[in-house]
């Protein structure tokens, strides 16, 4: 069964410490993508990768970074975790081209204290 | 700038009912228009996608119904069951550049017996 697996499904982590999520996927993709949901906000865009260390911003690239070093893994990084940052965040990846859907993780809960 | 807007954010069909989600764009370069749906505790996963070029598209319970001059497109659930309680994104993308995709905010729908 194809997936994308992210590290941790929950995570408690210190205002101001820096928090790595990993997500690896198995279906050789070209793309990747981290999004956050929050409630009523939908999902965001953070940054996405559309090769081995290549990374564009998404729409809400600011206090986090990412990177990719392998096409399977794609990590997000807060460099110093805010409680703003309090959030679900999903990981997903695709094929390149106009008509591949995404495959999601099951998500990390992220609570900043 | 929210790019899809989706509604409503909330939704309470009777089982056998019918369910309807409606988003609109503003990007007249999205040629690409996916839902997905999300499970409690899960993350979202591609339920039917339609092109700009047909008007309709069904997949067994489920219909999209896409009016480009509008720039409106719907989501229908017929004979809505339980099962079907989720929560639901539309979303957009073009098919040029990294074709990354724009979600809506979401609609938790739920379908009582």
């Known amino acids: 069964d194809v997936k994308v697996t992210q590290s941790s499904r929950y995570l408690v982590k210190r205002t101001g410490e820096k928090v790595f999520l990993e997500c690896v996927q198995d279906m050789d993709h070209e793309n990747m993508f981290w999004y956050r949901q929050d409630p009523g906000l939908g999902l965001r865009l953070i940054y996405f990768s559309y090769d081995v260390k290549m990374k564009e911003k998404g729409d809400i690239p600011e206090g986090y970074s990412v990177s990719r070093e392998k096409k399977e893994r794609f990590s997000l990084i807060l460099e110093s975790a805010s409680t703003n940052q309090t959030s679900m965040y999903l990981c997903a990846s695709s094929f390149r081209g106009p008509d591949y859907g995404y495959t999601f993780g099951s998500g990390t809960r992220l609570t900043v204290v | 700038q929210q790019q899809v807007k989706q509604s409503p954010q909330s939704l309470i069909v009777q089982k056998g009912g019918i369910s309807i989600i409606n988003c609109a764009y503003e990007n007249t370069a999205f040629d690409y228009f996916p839902w997905y749906q999300q499970f409690p505790g899960k993350g979202p996963a591609l339920l039917i996608a339609?092109?700009?070029?047909?008007s309709e598209k069904k997949e067994g319970r489920f219909t999209i119904s896409f009016n480009k001059s509008a720039k409106q497109f719907s989501l229908h659930i017929m004979d809505s069951q339980p099962g079907d309680s989720a929560t639901y994104f539309c979303?957009?993308?073009?098919?040029?550049?990294?074709?990354?995709?724009?979600f809506g905010t979401g609609t938790k729908l739920q379908v009582i017996p």
């Open positions: 339609i092109r700009p070029d047909v």
């Open positions: 979303a957009a993308s073009g098919t040029f550049g990294y074709q990354k995709v724009t």
